[in-house]
Nanobody, 126 residues
Framework: QVQLVESGGGLVQAGGSLRLSCAAS????????MGWFRQATGKERDFVAA????????GYGDSVEGRFTISRDNAKNTVYLQMNSLKPEDTAVYFC???????????????????WGQGTQVTVSS
């Protein structure tokens, strides 16, 4: 089993930045595809970003492309999401997810992921 714990959320003004972390335990995530999703109140859980096991491949949702960057440090069993130029519409609970499957065209699909964290709240004020 893989346990995931997100941190780094908080309240920030529009245009600001935050860096989320996702620390894994229970098993090494070195060969896992890792993803970030977010869920605003009353809405579906949407894909934000994904990264392959060695960081060689990344993918982003259309709404965050060019503003957010996903990265990982396998030695620390941790994945990051650097969020810049934040907008009020980025307000949501952000979830980290992991899957042992290889990188594929379904990395944007939340059903592809086996393990989830509890989420961290990000609030962007206007």
């Amino acid at each position: 089993q893989v346990q995931l714990v997100e941190s780094g959320g908080g309240l920030v003004q529009a245009g600001g930045s935050l860096r989320l972390s996702c620390a894994a335990s229970g098993r090494t995530i070195t060969y896992y595809v890792m993803g970030w999703f977010r869920q605003a109140t009353g809405k579906e859980r949407d894909f934000v970003a994904a990264i392959s096991w060695n960081g060689g491949r990344t993918g982003y949702g259309d709404s965050v492309e060019g503003r957010f960057t996903i990265s990982r440090d396998n030695a620390k069993n941790t994945v990051y999401l650097q969020m810049n130029s934040l907008k009020p519409e980025d307000t949501a609970v952000y979830f980290c997810a992991a899957t042992p499957r290889s990188w594929s065209g379904t990395n944007y699909d939340r059903s592809s992921y086996n393990y989830w964290g509890q989420g961290t709240q990000v609030t962007v004020s206007s």
